[in-house]
Nanobody, 124 residues
Framework: QVQLVESGGGLVQPGDSLRLSCAAS????????IGWFRQAPGKEREFVGRITRSGLTAYYADSVKGRFTIPRDNAKNTVRLQMNSLKPEDTALYYC?????????????????WGQGTQVTVSS
């Protein structure tokens, strides 16, 4: 069983950058693809991006493509979400999740383990 803990959220201004971290423990980290999701108040949980277990391939939602990246360090059991050019519509609770599936998993139900979330607020 994998435990995930997110950190790094905060309040930033539009155009700023922020880096979230997802630290894993309790399992073989390299057995899982890691996804990032976000959920704004009153909205469904939304796929943000995903990095494969090797760290070689990432897939992003259109809404963040070109602005967000997902670096992965299997030696440190850590995945990050680097967010640049932040917009007010990026405001949400951000979650990382682990999936054992060997597919491009973009829905929450395809993920087995979840962190508790970290809040990102983009406001002037």
């Amino acid at each position: 069983q994998v435990q995930l803990v997110e950190s790094g959220g905060g309040l930033v201004q539009p155009g700023d950058s922020l880096r979230l971290s997802c630290a894993a423990s309790g399992g073989i980290f390299s057995n899982y693809d890691i996804g990032w999701f976000r959920q704004a108040p009153g909205k469904e949980r939304e796929f943000v991006g995903r990095i494969t277990r090797s760290g070689l391939t990432a897939y992003y939602a259109d809404s963040v493509k070109g602005r967000f990246t997902i670096p992965r360090d299997n030696a440190k059991n850590t995945v990050r979400l680097q967010m640049n050019s932040l917009k007010p519509e990026d405001t949400a609770l951000y979650y990382c999740a682990a999936s054992a599936l060997r597919v491009t998993a973009v829905t929450p139900r395809q993920y087995d383990y979840w962190g508790q979330g970290t809040q990102v607020t983009v406001s002037s």
